[in-house]
């Protein structure tokens, strides 16, 4: 029986890579000259450190920027408020990775609206679909491409 699975997941190699480049761009640019600015990654997330707010702006521009390049949903990024002390300026951001449970919820809900003939199982941070058919499988993931649930989806496994 043909089936898929709905994940949330981020390639984390992608993004150490963005990282450096953002480390190397950062201390390569003059405004940056001994600032001292970088971007460290941190179990479950980053962190943006740098003398002011408005670097760590800069520096979070330059982080989006790298991290779309090589593919990476920012939508899955979520910001805390800057932390400003000692002259530094502190940013966590946090990278969601896996469906919640709310989330799942409301994707198998989702499905199970559109009247399509599927079946929606929420298995830990993922949601598998399965059906008969491969084209009703195909009409899911199109419905939930243009679905707002609040994470980046992909789709993975797909067996036929």
């Known amino acids: 029986m043909p ?12 993004l150490t890579n963005a990282i450096d480049q ?10 940056f000259k001994g600032s001292n600015a970088r971007v460290e990654e941190e179990e479950g997330g980053m962190l943006l450190e740098a003398q002011s707010e408005f670097q760590i702006r800069q520096i979070q521009d330059i982080l989006l920027q790298k991290m779309s390049k090589r593919g990476i949903d ?3 990024l979520e910001e805390k408020p800057v932390e400003e002390g000692n002259g530094r300026a502190r940013m966590h ?5 896996g ?14 609206e559109s ?6 199982a929420i298995q830990g ?3 598998r ?22 994470l980046p989806l992909q789709f993975s496994n797909f067996r036929d």
């Open 22 to 31: 953002t480390n190397r761009e950062v201390g390569n640019r003059f405004d």
């Open 129 to 150: 679909i399965t059906g008969k058919k491969r084209d009703d499988l195909q009409e899911v993931i199109a419905m939930l491409r243009g679905a707002d649930v609040g």
């Open 3 to 14: 089936s898929f699975d709905v994940v949330s997941e981020i390639d984390k190699h992608e």
């Open 115 to 120: 009247k399509i003939k599927v079946q929606a």
């Open 74 to 76: 920012v939508g899955s």
């Open 93 to 97: 951001v946090l990278v969601r990775q």
């Open 125 to 127: 941070d993922q949601v």
């Open 99 to 112: 469906i919640d449970t709310d989330t799942a919820r409301k994707l198998v809900k989702l499905v199970k």
